[in-house]
Nanobody, 116 residues
Framework: QVQFVESGGGLVQAGESLRLSCAAAGNTFRSNSIGWYRQAPGKQRELVSS???????TYIDSVQGRFAISRDNVQNTIYLQMNSLKPEDTAVYYC??????????WGQGTQVTVSS
């Protein structure tokens, strides 16, 4: 099973930026779509953004225009650049395969806290 390791979270003020990283090993990682997910307290985990092996990206409406996902298939790393952060972006952020049957156990994630 592929192990995902998320990093880059932190405590920021509204309007500031963070860049999250997601590292994993193996060909499965490079050849499949990967998603960034988040889970806020008391809420279900939701898909925030995804990227195909070829770099085609999707975003949920609430982050469109503020977040940018990218991938480096040489370094086996996915990034999430988060700009103009809002308090409602506060959550634990995870990465994992987009395809459910490929999905690995969830990692520890990285906490993003945005103060108003």
């Amino acid at each position: 099973q592929v192990q995902f390791v998320e990093s880059g979270g932190g405590l920021v003020q509204a309007g500031e930026s963070l860049r999250l990283s997601c590292a994993a090993a193996g060909n499965t990682f490079r050849s499949n779509s990967i998603g960034w997910y988040r889970q806020a307290p008391g809420k279900q985990r939701e898909l925030v953004s995804s990227i195909t092996r070829y770099g085609f990206a999707t975003y949920i409406d609430s982050v469109q225009g503020r977040f940018a996902i990218s991938r480096d298939n040489v370094q086996n790393t996915i990034y999430l650049q988060m700009n103009s952060l809002k308090p409602e972006d506060t959550a634990v952020y995870y990465c994992n395969f987009l395809t459910e049957w490929l999905r690995s156990n969830w990692g520890q994630g990285t906490q993003v806290t945005v103060s108003s």
